[in-house]
């Protein structure tokens, strides 16, 4: 049996690899550890609390001492890292707990691979430590690393310690760069949830700027089943793009949204841009195709769809995010913007 150390595995992405392996994979135990920041959730994982290859520990992945407890109590082989502070918005007002989650933590999880000499490293990283592209091309795993938020700045370090810990110690790492991820379970502060949310409520859709800002959208259960490909064929030391080939304005996205909630265009609000904000991002993920046996199975048309029905089943979930701190955090945002 392979044992896992799966980190963030309460939050977005990390709850649906979770969720994939188990319902998957019965040769998989997976120790979950999650510091359970506003964007962990223990309801992403309702039904798996008690599964018996399911172990949650609530930490923090900068705590050396419980991450040497954890994986020596629970022989641990291989750790795949999600835990991150993840939102660009946030970096922007606040970037200091991006260097703390990305940087100091990564660094803290490398150090206890590269101490108890484990089998496989897995950097859950993103394709916007490449910057941002012009009308045309795609980044491929050769494009340089150039980041331009403090949150990408953040995983492209993360990236660069990752590397340097293989370079110089030997650790048998991986890196996944993905492109933006929907589907069940994103917090409502990412474009998607937030615009089904507000529309479902009939609130303003803030689109920041002339709304033509591209993204490549993944399907998150595509890039849950990437990650397990990586974990059985990838060689150490290789680098992944995962994307989903959906490559979508901002104003397409929410367009389609509201026409599948049967909501006016009016609620369309363009509000001030982010500063900063990275034109477009577009992945070559035929690296990932041609070596791993993986392409992505959902077209986006499918994927929204599937995402729209999630939350349309799960307004309950939604509820207990929104009427708590999140208020706060809406307001700060979008009021007066
Ligand atoms: P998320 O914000 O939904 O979840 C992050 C999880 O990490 C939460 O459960 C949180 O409690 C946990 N966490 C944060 N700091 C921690 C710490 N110090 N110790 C332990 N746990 C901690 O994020 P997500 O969208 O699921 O993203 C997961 C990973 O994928 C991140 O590394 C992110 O950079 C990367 N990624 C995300 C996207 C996307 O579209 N969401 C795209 C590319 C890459
Ligand atoms: P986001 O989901 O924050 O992901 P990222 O910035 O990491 O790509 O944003 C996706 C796109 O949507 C990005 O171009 C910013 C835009 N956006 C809005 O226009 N309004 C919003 O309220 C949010 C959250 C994002």
């Known amino acids: ?27 998989a135990l997976i120790v979950n550890l999650d510091k359970l920041t506003y964007a962990g959730n223990l309801e992403n994982l309702a039904e798996f609390l008690e599964h018996q290859n399911h172990k949650f520990v609530r930490g923090d992945i900068c705590d050396a001492a419980l991450v040497d ?14 835990a991150a502070e993840s939102h660009v918005d946030r970096s922007i007002t606040g970037p200091k ?25 897995v950097q859950i990283s993103t394709d ?9 091309g795609k980044f491929t795993e050769q494009t340089p690393l150039s980041p331009n938020s403090p949150y990408s700045a953040s995983k492209a370090a993360a990236d660069h310690l990752v590397r340097a810990f ?15 991820n929907y589907g069940p379970y994103q917090f409502p502060e990412k474009l998607i949830p937030l615009m089904i949310n507000n529309a479902l409520g009939d ?16 399907y998150v259960y595509d890039h849950c089943t990437a990650i397990w490909q990586v974990l059985q064929k990838a060689p150490p030391g290789e680098i992944y793009n995962i994307g989903g080939c959906n490559e979508k304005a901002n104003l397409e996205v929410i367009n389609l949204i509201l026409d599948r909630l049967d909501k006016p265009k009016s609620l369309i609000k363009h509000v001030a841009d982010r500063p900063g904000h990275d034109r477009r991002y577009a992945i070559d993920a035929s690296k990932a195709i041609n070596e791993l046996d ?13 995402t729209i029905d999630w939350y349309l089943q799960n307004r309950e979930w939604l509820e207990n995010i929104v ?8 307001q700060s945002m979008y009021e007066n913007r």
Request: with cysteine; charged share 25%; aromatic share 14%.
């Open 1 to 27: 049996m392979r044992r896992f150390l799966v980190t963030g595995g309460a939050g977005f992405i990390g709850s649906n690899f979770v969720r994939m392996v188990l319902s998957e994979h019965a040769d």
């Open 69 to 82: 407890q954890v994986i020596d109590e629970h022989q641990i082989d291989t750790i795949v890292n999600f």
């Open 97 to 121: 707990a991006f260097i703390e989650a990305n940087v100091t933590g990564t660094l803290t999880l490398l150090e206890a691979a590269r101490d108890k000499d484990m089998e496989r490293f």
């Open 128 to 136: 916007e430590v490449y910057g941002s592209l012009g009308p045309e």
């Open 166 to 180: 293989g370079h110089t110690w030997g650790v048998k790492y991986n890196i996944t760069r993905c492109s933006n």
């Open 203 to 218: 609130k303003d859709l803030p689109v920041y700027g002339d709304g033509l800002y591209v993204r490549d959208w993944l």
């Open 294 to 306: 993986w392409k992505p199975s959902v077209s986006f048309e499918q994927g929204i769809n599937k």
């Open 323 to 330: 009427s708590g701190d999140y208020q706060k955090y809406y």
